[in-house]
């Protein structure tokens, strides 16, 4: 139910961010009555985390090892605590199935915690928080020994744990006090893994361009050299229809006009 509200609420302010400071204004005045009190700053929202990466993701892997682990009441009760906030990196579930199986299995269960601790800032950051925190190393959850730096190449911000260093690929919920960043990869410290991967990594993952290839899944029979080319004129070919259709409905509106 709470997430119902969540989701309101974001909608609400995605509409109102979309309407011009006036036009805002303008909307929410007549809905005053003349006699009402000046509205009370309203209390920060109430996030459920389990419920928040239960509808996203899927994050199904991290919610079961945080649960499992306990360590969602230490992140529920940051985000609960309203003055420092809280922020998430939460890797999807083919993030963890890359990994080698026995890479998080063969963790001693403090270990494992310190992981998932890992995974997270004691306080709330936005996106552009970030940018003016690059190249220093932040401290997460897990501790002094658990350091993450975050570098922001040219609005691409990437989290560097010491044996990965993936990119935040969504923003899954940014709202004081509560920020939860999508990974495509597992955030592995050298306070764990202490020699070169224990981890065997799968194949590299789909790189940062491969979101591009979902947008021509028509073209997949062609071979790479070409699907560009063929890709930009079909697009060319597209604005001149485009521009021909509009050409067409302007003369039709000036006959229109003439009779
Ligand atoms: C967080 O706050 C909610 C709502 O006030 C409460 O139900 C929940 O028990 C709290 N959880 C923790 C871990 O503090
Ligand atoms: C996982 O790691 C172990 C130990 O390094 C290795 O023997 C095994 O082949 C690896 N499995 C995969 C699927 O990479
Ligand atoms: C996990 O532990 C087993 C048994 O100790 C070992 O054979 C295997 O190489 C370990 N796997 C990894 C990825 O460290
Ligand atoms: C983080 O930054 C510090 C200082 O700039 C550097 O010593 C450290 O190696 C960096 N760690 C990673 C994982 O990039």
Not at 30 to 36: K, N, Q, T, Y
Not at 168 to 172: A, N
């Given at each position: 139910m709470s997430l119902n509200i969540i989701f309101t609420a974001a909608i609400t302010i995605v509409i109102l961010s979309t309407l011009s400071p006036t036009n805002a204004q303008i909307a929410a005045a007549?809905?005053?009555?003349?006699?009402?009190a000046p509205a009370p700053a309203p209390a920060p929202p109430f996030v459920n985390l389990a419920n928040l990466l239960s509808v996203a993701g899927p994050f199904n892997t991290f919610l079961n090892y945080i649960t499992q682990t306990k360590v969602i009441q230490t992140f529920q009760n940051q985000a609960n605590d309203t003055k420092q906030g809280l922020t998430l990196f939460v890797p999807k579930d083919s993030a963890f199935s890359s990994l080698n199986q026995s890479t998080l299995s063969n963790l001693t269960s403090d270990q494992l915690k310190s992981l998932l601790l890992f995974h997270a800032f004691p306080k709330y950051y936005s996106l552009s928080d970030f940018k003016t925190l690059t190249a220093t190393p932040i401290n997460t959850?897990?501790?002094?020994?658990y350091p993450l730096n975050l570098t922001d190449v040219a609005g691409l911000i990437k989290v560097h744990s010491d044996w990965t260093n993936p990119k935040?690929?969504?923003?899954?919920y940014s709202t004081f006090p509560v920020a939860v960043y999508e990974l495509d990869q597992v955030l592995l410290p050298q306070s764990i893994?202490?020699?070169?991967?224990?981890v065997a990594l799968?194949?590299?993952?789909?790189?940062?361009?491969?979101?591009?290839s979902d947008l021509a899944p028509?073209?997949?029979?062609?071979s790479p050299k070409s699907s560009e080319s063929v890709n930009n004129e079909s697009s060319a070919s597209a604005i001149c229809i485009n521009l021909l259709n509009y050409f067409i409905f302007a003369v039709a509106g000036g006959f229109m006009l003439m009779l």
């Open positions: 007549p809905s005053l009555s003349p006699s009402s959850f897990a501790g002094g020994s935040i690929s969504s923003s899954v893994f202490s020699t070169t991967p224990l799968a194949p590299a993952p789909a790189p940062d361009i491969s979101p591009a028509s073209l997949s029979g062609l």
